[in-house]
């Protein structure tokens, strides 16, 4: 049963970086064709698909987070990161990680979701 | 890539069936069988319910069950239960450079 489990910190200052990395268990992150994806969903609101990578390292970027987003994989920690660079109020939201796969793309698997809070 | 539609809220008695439509375009729903359905509880992270249109994961009760007519697919749930009363999002592929659209969400109220 694979397992995913973001972690960092809830609370970014306006202008700073946010940095969150999702761990995978029960599986290994290299194996299989799946995407591993970041989702938000700001509190009361829909979901929002941020990016996904491949194990690869090639990526896809939501165009109007792409200036700010980066994704990247450390396949010998079985970790995936996100980067959101000089984040605002809007960027407030519970991030979720998760696995895309199926000729679909459905999701599969979620992280349980972080709250991350922008504020000074 | 706008969000595929949805209508804000359903609702239903127990034992009732309910439909959750989603509308698209071309581009995404009418032009793929790839749409999927997630439930969400409050505070809790999605979970699929539905892929490929129609298909259910292990596990997920028959009493959901998914279709699509052109550019809009639907979800039914059958039976209607007290624990069935939470978000519903669809998502759809879509030949946006994003591959994926999420639908605007739903609110199921068991009444």
């Known amino acids: 049963q694979v397992q995913l489990q973001e972690s960092g910190p809830g609370l970014v200052k306006p202008s700073q970086t946010l940095s969150l990395t999702c761990t995978v268990s029960?599986?290994?992150?290299?194996?299989?064709?799946?995407?591993w994806s970041w989702i938000r969903q700001p509190a009361g609101k829909g979901l929002e698909w941020i990016g996904r990578i491949y194990t690869s390292g090639s990526t896809n970027y939501n165009p109007s987070l792409k200036s700010r987003v980066t994704i990247s994989v450390d396949t010998s920690k079985n970790q995936f990161s996100l980067k959101l660079s000089s984040v605002t109020a809007a960027d407030t939201a519970v991030y979720y990680c998760a696995r895309e796969g199926g000729s679909g793309y459905r999701i599969d698997y979620w992280g349980q979701g972080t709250l991350v809070t922008v504020s000074s | 890539q706008s969000a595929l539609t949805q209508p804000a809220s359903v609702s239903g008695s127990p034992g009732q069936s309910i439909t959750i439509s989603c509308t698209g375009t071309s581009s995404d729903v009418g032009g793929y069988n790839y749409v999927s359905w997630y439930q969400q509880h409050p505070g809790k992270a999605p979970k699929l319910m539905i892929y490929?249109?129609?298909n259910r994961p292990s596990g997920v009760s028959n009493r959901f069950s998914g279709s699509k007519s052109g550019n809009t697919a639907s979800l039914t749930i059958s039976g209607l239960q007290a624990e069935d009363e939470a978000d519903y999002y669809c998502?759809?592929?879509?030949?946006?450079?994003?591959?994926?659209?999420f639908g605007t969400g739903t609110k199921v109220t068991v009444l």
């Open positions: 490929d249109v129609s």
């Open positions: 998502s759809s592929y879509t030949s946006s450079s994003t591959l994926k659209v």
């Open positions: 029960g599986g290994s992150i290299s194996s299989g064709s799946y995407y």
